[in-house]
Nanobody, 128 residues
Framework: VQLQASGGGSVQAGGSLRLSCTAS???????MAWFRQVPGKERRFVAG????????YYADSVKGRFTISRDNAKNTLYLQMNSLKPEDTAVYYC???????????????????????WGQGTQVTVSS
């Protein structure tokens, strides 16, 4: 298994969760990201971080509420999710190697087809 995600669960609106994703050292030497997916919809970019952690990118929908980070010594990626909303309910996937782009330098996105490796997904459910 290349990527192993954990930390999902159920929480009320306004609450917090922290997701973790461990990877092999080789897999982790990449841009890393979190995506999420709800049934019937395409997988959507949430947040990304480059190898050294100096460049961080967020989708507009989570900016100011979610924080992505990585610990290269532990080959672990994190997503701290605060002020959770019911619309954050989804299966969250960690991803290695995505290409992250922007049209205006402020809003970021990533095509799931650019991802090299996917984690198995962890469910996050936010109730109102």
């Amino acid at each position: 298994v290349q990527l192993q995600a954990s930390g999902g669960g159920s929480v009320q609106a306004g609450g917090s969760l922290r997701l973790s994703c461990t990877a092999s050292e080789r897999t982790f030497r990449n841009n890393m990201a979190w995506f999420r997916q709800v049934p019937g919809k395409e997988r959507r970019f949430v947040a990304g971080i480059n190898w050294r952690g100096g460049s961080i990118y967020y989708a507009d929908s989570v900016k100011g509420r979610f924080t992505i980070s990585r610990d290269n010594a532990k080959n672990t990626l994190y997503l701290q999710m605060n002020s959770l909303k019911p619309e954050d309910t989804a299966v969250y996937y960690c991803a290695a190697g995505p290409r992250i782009a922007s049209n205006d330098g402020r809003s970021y996105y990533s095509d799931p087809r650019t991802v090299n490796f996917w984690g198995q997904g962890t469910q996050v459910t936010v109730s109102s």
